[in-house]
């Protein structure tokens, strides 16, 4: 999990006051973060997953504040219109289609700002942006930029100056020699051209998600900000957007629109979501009132009118009454739930089955293969198209990407993403993973996959010969067809008469599809069917 560090200076300053170490040590831990580290300049504090919007160093403190009672409530936040213009080209459909943007003005910045920024922005980028892939900022002197914008492509021979460097660069070069070129190169890898941001006058703002241009970078001497989000996700890049604009509010920057192909950004309204309270005190084991829940969902940053909780844009984590619920919690504090004990007595063991999935995952890393721990929600094509399949699958109604539009049917298209978002990463590659399917039942299954230039069948088959000889079982391999694998190289596994499975390498078409140039071979098990085999 991230952690961040505060300038303790600046924290009282936007929290609005003195606060003794005793107090920051006893508090934050109770708002949901991890207090690391405290001394007299600064704090390092870490913050869970669910609360991007603490990554921020005035958003921590927006947190704190209402938390300890000094400017609870829901903030509101004012956007200004402005006749500043984006166009977004047709060409980056196929590469990284969407972005949003900001311009923050009256901006005062020094040495504990700055730095701020950059780590917000690269904190973002690694959590909630997948270290770049679903979404990158970038941050501009907006003084040095003339309006109207143009989110483009380039060819690889195209010339800029990248941030640090004094000389003009080729598109290609930058991503085989500069730092953050090679750390990112993989994210736009196939791409025949890349994306680039240009103003008026022809001038380059970024290459996203690499690196910004020399010439608009921000400096001391900065007086207003171009922000801008792009990526794969156009409800991620709003997020983003958001937790970073509201945070820029909070220090006092006077935020303006942008118009991007017609539509206004950013979007600071807080939106509402019904809170039923019975069924509040039924999850806490409370009995709170009416009137004691607004000064709770307050600590907390939120409004409450009318049994409605009015949610501020920068929560990007409440999905639904669940993730209000607890808040609720943590504002009435854990340390203040009596504990119970309940009246219901039972001797607690393993359950059979995990005990058995256990065994099988020990067994896996023995053979010297790493376990991933992939995603049940998948990608339709990837579960299909991709793999040369036609399947019926269990779709996602409402869907708020295409990256996870199905419940996933099976394993291996799962780990051939594995392997495809970790090309850069030197082979061997041997990976599995045990984890749930979803077809007419649930099932778990285990898959295996190992990608090298010499790979072979014989590989594959000698895992899982040790594997099922390990449960005291025998397996005998049945030629069949399957059109995600190489004709003549696939089978069923058949283990006392039952098909448990298949086994093969895997088809060139697919390894194409998932953008893979090495040979992989791998198999997929039913390990609800072995269980009823050994029991």
């Not at 580290?37 to 209402?66: H, N, Q, T």
Request: charged share 25%.
């Amino acid at each position: 999990m991230p952690t961040i560090t505060i300038d303790k200076e600046d924290l009282l300053k936007c929290v609005g006051k003195k606060l003794t170490d005793e107090t920051l040590k006893d508090r934050i831990p109770m708002i949901g973060t991890s207090l690391e580290y405290i001394d007299d300049d600064e704090l390092v504090v870490e913050v869970f997953p669910d609360r991007p919007d603490m990554l921020a160093g005035a958003g921590f403190a927006r947190a704190l504040s209402a938390f300890i009672g000094i400017n609870p409530g829901l903030r509101k936040y004012e956007v200004r219109k402005s006749d500043f213009k984006a166009k977004v080209d047709p060409k980056v459909k196929n590469v990284r289609p969407f972005v949003v943007a900001a311009v923050a003005k009256k901006v005062l910045l020094n040495e504990v700002t700055i730095q701020y920024l950059m780590q917000v922005q690269e904190k973002i980028h690694t959590t909630f942006g997948r270290n770049r892939k679903k979404l990158s900022i970038g941050v501009y002197d907006f003084d040095k930029i003339k309006f109207p914008l143009l989110y483009t492509t380039k060819p690889k021979d195209f010339k800029f100056v990248p941030l640090e460097y004094n000389k003009e660069m080729k598109l290609s070069e930058i991503l085989s020699e500069h730092p953050k070129g090679v750390d990112y190169a993989h994210l736009l890898k196939g791409m025949k051209e890349y994306p680039i941001w240009l103003d008026a006058n022809n001038q380059v703002l970024s290459m996203p998600p690499i690196i910004n241009s020399e010439n608009t970078k921000v400096s001391l001497n900065t007086k207003s900000l171009f922000i801008d989000v792009t990526g794969l996700d156009l409800n991620a890049c709003e997020q983003a957007l958001n937790i970073l604009i509201s945070s820029m509010a909070d220090r006092g920057f006077e935020i303006y629109s942008v118009d991007v192909d017609g539509k206004s950004y950013p979007r600071l309204e807080p939106r509402k979501m019904k809170v039923n309270l019975d069924y509040v005190n039924k999850i806490l084991g409370l009995k709170l009132k009416e009137n004691e829940l607004k000064p709770l969902l307050e600590k907390m940053g939120y409004g409450y009118v009318n049994s409605e909780v009015i949610v501020p844009c920068y929560r990007v984590d409440i999905l639904s009454e669940i993730d209000i619920i607890e808040d609720i919690a943590v504002a009435y504090g854990y340390e203040n739930f009596k504990p119970e004990i309940s009246n219901f007595s039972s001797i607690a063991h393993e359950d059979e089955f995990e005990s058995f999935k256990n065994k099988l995952a020990n067994m896996m890393v023995g053979f010297g293969l790493l376990e991933t721990n992939t995603y049940n929600l998948a990608k339709k094509n990837d579960q299909t198209k991709n793999m040369r399949l036609n399947l019926s699958l269990v779709e996602i109604e409402n869907a708020l990407n295409e990256e996870y539009n199905v419940l996933r049917s099976w394993m291996l298209p799962s780990l051939l993403d594995v392997f495809k978002n970790n090309k850069h990463h030197e082979n061997p590659q041997k990976i599995f993973e045990i984890g749930t399917v979803f077809n007419s039942e649930e099932k778990s299954k285990l898959g295996m996959l190992i990608t090298h230039s010499s790979v072979t069948y014989t590989e594959a088959r000698q895992i899982l010969d040790s594997l099922i000889a390990s449960l005291g079982l025998e397996v005998s391999i049945k030629s069949s067809e399957h059109e995600s694998f190489i004709p003549g190289r696939v089978g069923r596994i058949i283990v006392k008469g039952k098909d448990v499975g298949v086994i093969g390498e895997i088809h060139p078409e697919v390894l194409s599809n998932f953008e893979l140039e090495t040979p992989v071979v791998g198999f997929e098990l039913d390990i609800n069917e072995l269980f009823k085999l050994i029991k």
